[in-house]
């Protein structure tokens, strides 16, 4: 696939620290998973409990098994084109890293709010937020500055909830097949003109051996995107560093949530 999809791979030092940095971000889950549960022993009410133990600490589960299964299914160090199957189960886990991804903000929003008895102050659920003015407002000094972060802000608007919602209503986050060089294009293309006509006649074993000869053409595609369309918020993403990126965003918020939800702000 051409079309503005980039068409390098990982540089040899970029696998190199994808592959050193993976499991201190999967221990770094682990751990915040760890103070889900440990803190919920301290939250004033069943409900505030329930969204730690159930709701952030699942959902921190799901980031850890889905970013460790896509590193499984789609090798950062490979130079083929993963196959079909593989392709399909990856897209199944960024789907799921990204739904959860959004949740947990969610989540803790809700662990504080019902831990500082704060909904009719709210007066309304949809107030409820970790990057909502209504909620934040009641954050102590270091979790108010972490929701007012600029670079967070965009981070969470632009990229997460894009995606998020793209997922839940509009195109699902795609991750291409493969890229493309000029000369593996024009192959292609002449082996799909081949592959109709084989299917015309009815010559199946032709047919197949032409699909193998295209999965066979180009690169791999390190990349995931919702839509091609401009109008859709077109943006074109590098899969493995960022989702190693936000596993550590969900790491860090967590624990500075942890460390400052006892608190809230008068």
């Known amino acids: 696939m051409r079309g503005g999809v980039p068409m390098t791979q990982y540089s040899e030092a970029g696998v190199e620290a994808l592959l050193r940095a993976q499991p201190k971000v999967l221990d770094q889950l682990q751990r915040a998973m760890e103070q889900a549960v440990q803190q919920s022993a301290f939250a ?11 709701g952030v600490g699942r959902r921190l589960r799901v980031l850890h098994r889905t970013l460790s299964n896509m590193f499984e299914l789609f090798p950062v160090s490979t130079v083929q084109p993963i196959d079909r199957d593989d392709l399909d189960d990856a897209q199944i886990n960024l789907h799921a890293f990204i739904m959860n991804l959004y949740g947990l903000f969610d989540n803790l929003a809700w662990a504080f709010v019902l831990h500082h008895d704060l909904l009719s102050h ?42 998020r919602d793209a997922l839940a209503h509009r195109i699902a986050p795609y991750i291409p097949p493969a890229t493309y060089s000029n ?5 292609y293309v002449a082996l799909e003109q081949q592959w109709l006509e084989s299917i015309k006649t009815r010559d199946w074993n032709r047919a197949e051996d032409i699909s193998r000869r295209q999965a066979s053409l180009g690169s791999p595609c390190f990349v995931f995107v919702h839509s091609f369309d401009t109008a859709e918020g077109k943006r074109i993403v590098y899969l493995h560093p960022q989702m190693m990126a936000d596993a550590m965003t969900a790491a860090e918020v967590c624990t500075l949530f942890f460390a400052n939800w006892q608190q809230r702000a008068a």
Not at 45 to 50: G, H, M, Y
Not at 133 to 155: C, E, H, I, Q, Y
Not at 183 to 187: A, H, K, N, P, V
């Open 122 to 163: 709210l007066e309304d659920r949809k107030k409820v937020g970790f990057f909502l003015s209504a909620t934040k407002r009641f954050f102590p000094a270091a979790l108010r500055a972490f929701a007012d972060d600029g670079k967070m802000n965009v981070w969470h608007g632009e990229y997460l909830k894009n995606f």
């Open 44 to 54: 004033a009410n069943e409900r505030a409990k329930e969204y730690l133990r159930s």
């Open 183 to 187: 000369e593996d294009e024009s192959q």
